[in-house]
């Protein structure tokens, strides 16, 4: 994640320090990215400052300890456009943890070991969205509302993701065999003992 781009943007208005910014970039992100880690950001901080992107001082305080002011650079102000003016790929490409799932309850050659997983991940989306539908309808920031609506499609998307799988991989009450296990095995055996089935049933 870009947090160190989204952490100059908020130096771009003005100098600022570690707890102020946390609760700026939590305002300005809205509550489904989450909080953000104090110590994670001010090794942000070290970081932008070793590279001489926003610059560091200590100021004094009457009763509490010093505290440190980062004002952004020139050289930030270029990163930050450089970095504004790119298209953003996608962070963690299409690797999956669900995905890796599907696959593994497809090559179980279990119908009921599939339906479980999918139908378990199904309740989980559905849940999602209504829990985004009720924060967009209480936001009132239009960049907050922006980023829900977005979530909101995500999890849309995944959920069509789960009718294309239960097509793909379901034939009645028969698994659709993922080539790579067929190969090099009996073909009359396509699916696990009733007894494994059934532990990746409970486990899924």
């Not at 994670?40 to 300890?65: N, T």
């Not at 990163?79 to 962070?91: D, I, V």
């Not at 050659?109 to 999602?128: F, P």
Request: net charge neutral.
């Amino acid at each position: 994640m870009a947090i160190q781009h989204a952490v100059l943007a908020l130096l771009a208005d003005g100098p600022s320090y570690g707890y102020e910014l946390k609760g700026a970039f939590e305002t300005a992100i809205g509550p489904q990215w989450g909080p953000l880690n104090i110590g994670h950001l001010y090794q942000i901080l070290d970081r932008l400052a070793r590279d001489e992107l926003v610059r560091a001082e200590r100021q004094a305080q009457p009763v509490k300890p010093d505290r440190v002011v980062y004002e952004i650079t020139p050289a930030g102000r270029t990163e930050l456009a450089r970095w504004l003016a790119e298209p953003s790929p996608r962070s963690g490409g299409f690797r999956d943890d669900f995905f890796l799932k599907v696959t593994a309850a497809a090559r179980s050659g279990s119908a009921e070991v599939v339906r479980t997983v999918l139908a378990n991940q199904r309740g989980y989306l559905l849940r999602e969205l209504r829990n985004l539908g009720t924060l967009r309808r209480e936001s009132t920031d239009p960049v907050v509302g922006l980023l829900l609506s977005a979530a909101s499609r995500h999890v849309e998307a995944d959920l069509a993701f789960l009718d294309d799988a239960e097509t793909a991989l379901l034939d009645g009450a028969r698994v659709r065999i993922p080539a790579s296990r067929l190969a090099g095995t009996d073909p009359s055996s396509t699916s696990l003992s009733d007894g494994r089935a059934q532990g990746l049933a409970e486990g899924a």
